[in-house]
């Protein structure tokens, strides 16, 4: 049974920072991707940033420059540093981590951790 824990939401003023961390266990697979996507009310779920586990990233553009993410393979955990926060980043941001292709792709979530930009 895999399991995703984030961690290190909360609440910042505009103009500050936050650090995500998602540590998974469990039987995982070595070659995986592990992301972020994020879901603010009312709308879908967003592909935010991804990372394999041979360090390939990739961003949504509205967060690129801005929002870096990072892995400790040893650690099986995955972080997300936010700078420059914007109130549109607001959202429940959630941990993903995804292996195998096809019938044997395995897809898991995180529970979720809010993130509040607000003055």
Excluded: H
């Excluded at 070659?31 to 972020?36: A, V």
């Excluded at 935010?48 to 586990?53: E, K, L, M, R």
């Excluded at 509205?62 to 936010?82: E, H, P, W």
């Excluded at 109130?87 to 096809?102: F, I, K, R, S």
């Amino acid at each position: 049974q895999v399991q995703l824990v984030e961690s290190g939401g909360g609440l910042v003023q505009p103009g500050g920072s936050l650090r995500l961390s998602c540590a998974a266990s469990g039987s995982i697979f070595s070659r995986n991707t592990m992301g972020w996507y994020r879901q603010s009310p009312g709308a879908q779920r967003e592909f935010v940033a991804g990372i394999t586990s041979e360090g390939t990233t990739n961003y949504r553009d509205s967060v690129k420059g801005r929002f870096t993410i990072s892995r400790d393979n040893a650690k099986n955990t995955v972080y997300l540093q936010m700078n420059s926060l914007k109130p549109e980043d607001t959202a429940v941001y959630y941990c993903n981590l995804v292996w195998g292709v096809n019938t044997n792709r395995r897809t898991y979530w995180g529970q979720g951790t809010q993130v509040t930009v607000s003055s």
